[in-house]
């Protein structure tokens, strides 16, 4: 029997978690088995209730959330807008990209949440469906969590000279449920503002 299939086991990676292991080992080629747990899927290019049953093996049967590697456009890549609209409606972004950052208060990415709206923008009518769309900074994408690359890190944070992959993003969608459980459950630090502890999913 597969791991997956065990009675009570949950995928419930933490934000840091997909950033820190899951995108930074896809960007880099470093885990051959990575697509078997996130599979690779133009998400932008189904429906959002097509994509549940193209999700990998820890969500296959899950009926919160599911994780998928999401390519560049190649419109996105030759510097256009990136494409958010599908044959039934498009997905809309609320708010203004978040950071993510670690347990270790390195800035590790950005999160863009969206959700789905059915017909055509401006008069679609608001679904169920949401996604976070995660992007990983270059330097957390080619270097070690050694002490040498953390305090790299900070100085190109401190610089403002941080640049987001774009080969993949990490999309996680899921539906709104109404709970108010945290998708990030790490606590914050005792001195860390709860709005800089890993970005906290709506």
């Not at 930074?24 to 697509?35: A, G, I, P």
């Not at 790299?152 to 401190?158: G, L, Y």
Request: proline content about 7%; charged content about 25%; some cysteine.
């Amino acid at each position: 029997m597969s791991s997956f299939q065990l009675p009570g086991f949950r995928f419930y990676p933490t934000e840091e978690e997909l950033l820190s292991f899951y995108l930074h080992n896809k960007l880099n080629n470093l885990r051959s088995d990575m697509e078997r747990v996130i599979p690779v899927a133009d998400v932008f290019s189904h429906e959002p209730w097509q994509l549940p049953e193209l999700s990998g093996e820890p969500c296959v049967q899950d009926k919160e959330q599911w994780f998928f590697f999401c390519p560049q456009q190649e419109r996105e890549a030759s510097g256009g807008r990136p494409s958010r609209t599908t044959t039934t409606g498009y997905w809309k972004a609320t708010g203004s990209p978040i950071p993510i950052y670690s347990s270790t208060k390195r800035r590790l990415g950005m999160k863009k949440t969206m959700v789905f709206y059915n017909g055509r923008a401006p008069t679609g009518e608001k679904t169920k469906w949401k996604m976070n769309e995660y992007r990983l900074f270059e330097d957390q994408a080619t270097t070690s969590t050694s002490a040498a690359a953390a305090a790299a890190s900070a100085a190109s944070v401190s610089g403002e000279t941080l640049k987001l992959r774009a080969e993949f993003s990490l999309c996680r969608l899921y539906t709104g449920s109404g709970s108010l459980r945290s998708f990030d459950r790490r606590p914050p630090a005792a001195d860390e503002p709860a709005s800089t502890s890993g970005g906290r999913s709506n």
